[in-house]
């Protein structure tokens, strides 16, 4: 039986953060957040997440780095509400769609157009590659935009009337896309758009959102104060340092 709460690092910002956090509320768990930018992350971070990524998760004893790898501990660990369908090749399916979007969506929408238009102009004061995200908006997402308007459905979600993983992680990522000023053409695109106008609007995102406003409105000096006071549930540690540092993997 569960006695303390989890542990997430990582912004409620980031799309694999909210993705793993949104699983988290779906199976009505208690956690604590220290909601750090990972380039912020000091020498404690870089020793529990190697590739100095968020987010991480840490359950007691155990810590762990990954989106995908954190829900699927979750899933097995805290089985109550399961994020994966019943049928096996369903599950598999669902795998399937997890891995699709932390790679594609992530490569398009965080990498393409939510770093390059945000994170390069205000934490390394650079301007992002006006190329890439041109080709982003004009070939990359429309191509994957056409794909999946032929695997969403037009009602509920991906298993059925029950949001489940697949979902969240797909979704996770439009969430960003906003924050960059993308918005799904509802004309070309209709299943996707409904879809994720529905995904985001359910709870397990909605409530999350007021912390996302909070973060991304205030400068990481005021940021655990705004945040406190929209009632995020954060730690009384933080593992933030005040300069940001690169990362390992790429920018
Ligand atoms: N595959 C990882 C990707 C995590 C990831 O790329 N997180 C971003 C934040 S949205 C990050 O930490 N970026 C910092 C970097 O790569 O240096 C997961 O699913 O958790």
Redesign the pocket.
């Known amino acids: 039986m569960k006695t303390q709460p989890l542990k997430i690092i990582g912004s409620y910002v980031?799309?694999?953060v909210r993705k793993v956090v949104a699983c988290i509320v779906l199976k009505g768990l208690a956690y604590e957040i220290d909601p750090i930018t990972?380039f912020y992350g000091n020498q404690e971070f870089g020793r529990m997440s190697p590739l100095?990524?968020?987010?991480v998760l840490i359950d007691r004893d155990l810590t762990l780095c990954?989106?995908?790898v954190i829900c699927a501990y979750l899933d097995e660990a805290y089985p109550e509400r399961p994020l994966l369908p019943a049928n096996v090749r369903d599950r598999a399916r669902a795998r399937w769609l997890e891995e699709y979007a932390?790679t594609r969506l992530?490569d398009l929408f965080?990498w393409g157009l939510f770093y390059q238009k945000i994170v390069h102009p205000i934490v390394w004061g650079e301007p992002g590659d006006q190329a890439r995200i041109e080709k982003t908006l004009a070939e990359d997402l429309p191509r994957e935009l056409d794909w999946l308007e032929s695997e969403l459905p037009a009602e509920g979600f991906l298993f059925g009337s029950e949001i489940g993983l697949a979902d969240i992680a797909i979704a996770t990522f439009f969430r960003n896309g906003d924050y960059a000023g993308f918005e799904v053409d509802r004309a070309r695109w209709p299943r996707t758009a409904g879809f994720v106008e529905r995904a985001l609007a359910h709870d397990c995102f909605a409530t999350l959102f007021p912390f996302e406003q909070a973060q991304i409105s205030t400068n990481p000096q005021g940021r655990r104060a705004a945040l406190l006071a929209a009632g995020a549930p954060l730690t009384a540690e933080t593992v933030g340092m005040r300069e940001p540092k690169r990362?390992?993997?790429r920018?």
């Open positions: 980031s799309p694999y990972p100095r990524r968020i987010p990954d989106s995908t932390d992530g965080i990362g390992v993997m920018l």
